[in-house]
């Protein structure tokens, strides 16, 4: 039978929590990080190196670095099918995500998930998920855990937007909010439903207001801004651990690719993207390091040198590593590993 664990000692917020230059010295690099690892993505996919799908974070980079820095050690991270670029912040090695955009044994997932099933539980990473909303009411779960073992941690669960039209949407927050689950819903709002707009497929644009049908604090944040975006988590956060539920949050931010690799992209206006690269959320984060003398331009080119050294060697390390061997096919799926079939 399964027993409560004792409770353990609340976690304070760490200093990170506060914003301060080293916490502006992470967004850019993490966020740096995200965006050059993704460009070289798109590069190697065209190159049919990468195979499958594969859906890029190119523009959403603060959605990821802005929670980081509000959240704590232990908390848990769910998200959907566009899922490179939070473990890449939360610490995974690139050479670990690259392998497995490669299929190769060394990747997170050792080769079996791809680009859409990502992994680490080391950093608390607990997947990309290629089933829309499907994650949803995982987080409610991963949460529902953290809750039953009175750790003081929380579970953030990322979704789309068109994940909000999913029945399992409404109830895992229907049930989180009941639970007082400690979860920060997270909309990625990036405007498009693989190609179809917000505007296309409800009456309801402002999505977060979604959250008041079950009396759930609900707000809606400019996802352009990693200082706003680290904000708000840190208030949903600081709610989730006094034990009062869970939050839904819309990010609203922009995707500069398609969908995914095999979208042109056409659904929307040239001038549209534009207008939303004006507001990159690295350039903002760049200006401000600048302006408050954190770094100069030549210290952060050598981070962006630095970078550019990590994806090349994570290709170099994907390119060298080995596929996974036949026998593979039956671990990891069946509890019992000694499958009753022989592989010839």
């Given at each position: ?116 099933h990502i992994f680490d539980k080391e950093v608390g990473f607990v997947g990309g998920h290629g089933i829309v ?69 409800s009456n309801v644009t402002d999505l977060h207001t979604l959250g008041e049908s079950y009396d759930m604090p ?127």
């Amino acid at each position: 039978m399964a027993t409560v664990k004792e409770k353990a000692p609340a976690k304070k917020a760490p200093a990170s929590a506060k914003i301060t230059k080293e916490t502006y010295m992470f967004w850019y690099e993490s966020m740096q990080l995200v965006r050059k690892f993704e460009e070289k993505c798109g590069q190697l996919y065209g190159q049919q190196k990468i195979k499958g799908f594969c859906h890029l974070y190119i523009g959403q980079e603060a959605c990821a670095s802005g929670a980081k820095s509000a959240l704590i050690e232990g908390d848990k991270y769910i998200t959907a099918y566009r899922d490179h670029g939070i473990p890449l912040v939360l610490g995974t090695s690139p050479n670990a995500v690259m392998a497995e955009l490669f299929a190769k044994a060394t990747g997170c997932s050792k080769g079996k998930g791809g680009s859409m099933h990502i992994f680490d539980k080391e950093v608390g990473f607990v997947g990309g998920h290629g089933i829309v909303g499907g994650q949803v009411p995982l987080g409610a779960g991963l949460a529902f855990a953290e809750k039953y073992n009175k750790t003081g941690n929380l579970c953030i669960c990322y979704m789309g937007d068109g994940a909000v039209r999913q029945g399992a949407f409404h109830e895992a927050l229907n049930m989180a909010m009941t639970w007082k689950l400690p979860v920060i819903f997270v909309i990625e709002n990036n405007k498009y439903a693989m190609g179809t707009s917000v505007e296309r497929t409800s009456n309801v644009t402002d999505l977060h207001t979604l959250g008041e049908s079950y009396d759930m604090p609900s707000e809606g944040v400019d996802a352009m801004s990693v200082e706003a975006v680290h904000k708000a988590v840190s208030k949903a956060a600081d709610r989730a651990r006094k034990g009062d539920g869970p939050t839904l949050l819309e990010f609203k931010t922009y995707r500069y690719k398609g969908h995914s690799m095999s979208d042109p992209a056409k659904y929307r206006t040239k001038q549209e993207l534009e207008d939303y690269k004006s507001q990159d959320p690295i350039e903002e984060v760049k200006e401000a390091i600048l302006k408050k003398k954190y770094a100069t331009e030549e210290e952060l080119k050598a981070i962006d040198d630095k970078i550019k050294a990590q994806v090349l060697e994570s290709v170099k390390f994907a390119e060298e590593s080995p596929y996974p061997t036949v026998d593979e096919v039956y671990k990891d799926v069946y509890e019992q590993e000694d499958f009753p079939f022989t592989i010839d």
